[in-house]
C-alpha cells in the first residue's frame, strides 16, 4: 500500500499502525478516558479463547465475534459455536471473575471460504489456504470493530501452534490499514498459552476438535 507509514511498538507487544488521515490509537490515551479499551477479538474456538480471555480480560473489554465460515461442516459448525457461547456464559456467571465477555456471531456463509481457499485446496496445512483464511476472518473482524466503533481487534488464531504467528501478524497489520481501526499483535502461545488452554478446556469441560476446520483439513491426521 502506497504511503503506508508503520509507528515502532507503543507499549508492550501492542502495535497500530497509521496512514494519512488515520492516526494511530494510543492505547495510554485510551485509557484516561474509558475504563478499558473496547476489543472485538476473533475466536476460532471456545478452547482457544480461554487462555486469551484470561489474559486480556485485566485490560480489555472483550467481546468474542465468532466468524469462521472455514468450517465447512455446519453440525461441527454449531457444536463449535455452542461450545464458545456456553464458555461465555460460564465465565460471565463465575463470582470469582470480575469481568463480563461479550459475543455476537458473523454471518455463516461457507461459500465465502471456499472462494478465497479453493484454489488452494491442495496446499499443506499452513501454506497460501491456510493465509487466505486468516485474511478472511480478520478482515470481516476488522470490519465488523470498525462499524461497531470498538477501538481494536484481535484474534485467537496464535495461540495455536499449527498456525504461523509472523503470516497472523502481517495479515493483522495490513488489515488494520485497510479499515483503519487498531489490531492487537500479540503471540497468545508465549508464556504457555497454549498449554494453559489445553487446562482450561478441561477445567470447563469444553469440546475440543480434532482438526482445524475446513474439509481439506478434515481429511488429514493431525
Ligand atoms: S486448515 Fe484451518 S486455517 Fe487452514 S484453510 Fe483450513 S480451516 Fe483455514
Known amino acids: 500500500m502506497k504511503g503506508v507509514k508503520k509507528t515502532g511498538p507503543l507499549s508492550d507487544s501492542t502495535e497500530m499502525v497509521r496512514e494519512g488521515t488515520f492516526k494511530y490509537v494510543n492505547i495510554s490515551s485510551i485509557e484516561k478516558n474509558k475504563a478499558k479499551p473496547s476489543l472485538l477479538l476473533h475466536s476460532c474456538c471456545g478452547p482457544c479463547s480461554t487462555a486469551v480471555i484470561e489474559r486480556l480480560y485485566p485490560d480489555y473489554d472483550i467481546t468474542v465475534f465468532f466468524y ?3 468450517i ?22 463465575d463470582p470469582t471473575i470480575p469481568c463480563k465477555v461479550g459475543f455476537r456471531e458473523g454471518p ?32 470481516k473482524t476488522a470490519e465488523t470493530a470498525k462499524i461497531l466503533g470498538f477501538d481494536m481487534f484481535a484474534t485467537t ?61 478434515k481429511k488429514k491426521e493431525r
Open 68 to 70: 469462521n465460515p472455514n
Open 108 to 139: 455463516y456463509d461457507v461459500s465465502a471460504f471456499y472462494r478465497v481457499a479453493e484454489a488452494f485446496a491442495g496446499e499443506p496445512e499452513g501454506g497460501r489456504r491456510c493465509q487466505q483464511c486468516f485474511a478472511l476472518r480478520l478482515e
Open 157 to 217: 488464531l496464535s495461540i495455536s501452534p499449527h498456525k504461523d504467528y509472523d503470516a497472523i501478524s502481517h495479515i493483522g497489520k495490513r488489515t488494520a490499514l485497510m479499515y483503519k481501526v487498531g489490531f492487537l499483535d500479540k503471540d497468545f502461545k508465549k508464556n504457555n498459552g497454549y498449554a494453559r488452554s489445553i487446562e482450561l478446556s478441561k477445567i470447563y469441560g469444553l469440546y475440543r476438535q480434532d482438526h482445524c476446520g475446513c474439509e481439506y483439513s
Open 72 to 93: 465447512t461442516d455446519e453440525k461441527e459448525y454449531i457444536r463449535r459455536k455452542k461450545t464458545q457461547m456456553d464458555f461465555i456464559k460460564r465465565y460471565n456467571d
